[in-house]
Antibody, heavy 126, light 108 residues
Framework: EVQLVESGGGLVQPGGSLRLSCAASGFIFSNYWMHWVRQAPGKGLVWVSRITSDESSTSYADSVKGRFTISRDNAKNTLYLQMDSLRAEDTAVFYCARGGYYDSSGSYQAQAFDIWGQGTMVTVSS | EIVLTQSPGTLSLSPGERATLSCRASQSVSSSYLAWYQQKPGQTPRLLIY???SGATGIPDRFSGSGSGTDFTLTISRLEPEDSAVYYCQQYGSSPYTFGQGTKLELK
């Protein structure tokens, strides 16, 4: 079964740090670009960050740039999000999601977010 | 950054009716890299439509997408009670991979 399972969420004080993990199974993790998306309570979906399949390139939303770091370990089939200098407005459910991939010819194929994890809740509060 | 604006904010319809949801982009979405997702309360988003008009695996053919450039539409024909949800559009062609603010579909 193709699935993504997040972990690492919890309660943290403003200014604190947290590292989220996303364990992938059922597909060739190393082929896919991966994303983090968040959703504040009662609000909409907001894209947070993206990493390419070989970790050569990362991208961030302006709201988290310089504070969050996305990474991956293809040997462990795991995606990470290191979150530092957390603020109250970072309180949200964080989802990991599968994106595009490189095909057999090495060409990038953009793909909508077809697989999502169940989400992990991050609460930033004193 | 491509800003996606969805309308209406809320849509209230009866089972059996047809729903039309709109998503307008602030600039052209490259190669129609426009997706629609459904999210029910307490659940994970579910991919419905990709490439503006292609149905994702396992999605009933009541759900259809159309449009190109800056104007896109999700149509749900013959609404069923389980279609009650929030629907989001998203462009996935270039970073930042923005989402619209969502349309809440309520079934009477």
């Amino acid at each position: 079964e193709v699935q993504l399972v997040e972990s690492g969420g919890g309660l943290v004080q403003p200014g604190g740090s947290l590292r989220l993990s996303c364990a992938a199974s059922g597909f060739i993790f190393s082929n896919y670009w991966m994303h983090w998306v968040r959703q504040a309570p009662g609000k909409g979906l907001v894209w947070v960050s993206r990493i390419t399949s070989d970790e050569s390139s990362t991208s961030y939303a302006d709201s988290v740039k310089g504070r969050f770091t996305i990474s991956r370990d293809n040997a462990k089939n795991t995606l990470y999000l290191q979150m530092d200098s957390l603020r109250a407005e970072d309180t949200a459910v964080f989802y990991c999601a599968r994106g595009g991939y490189y095909d057999s010819s090495g060409s990038y194929q953009a793909q909508a977010f077809d697989i999502w994890g169940q989400g992990t809740m991050v609460t930033v509060s004193s | 950054e491509i800003v996606l604006t969805q309308s209406p904010g809320t849509l209230s319809l009866s089972p059996g009716e047809r729903a039309t949801l709109s998503c307008r982009a602030s600039q052209s979405v490259s190669s129609s890299y426009l997706a629609w997702y459904q999210q029910k309360p307490g659940q994970t988003p579910r991919l419905l439509i990709y490439g503006a008009s292609s149905g994702a695996t396992g999605i009933p053919d009541r759900f259809s997408g159309s449009g190109s450039g800056t104007d896109f539409t999700l149509t749900i024909s013959r609404l069923e009670p389980e279609d009650s949800a929030v629907y989001y559009c998203q462009q996935y062609g270039s970073s930042p991979y923005t989402f619209g603010q969502g349309t809440k579909l309520e079934l009477k």
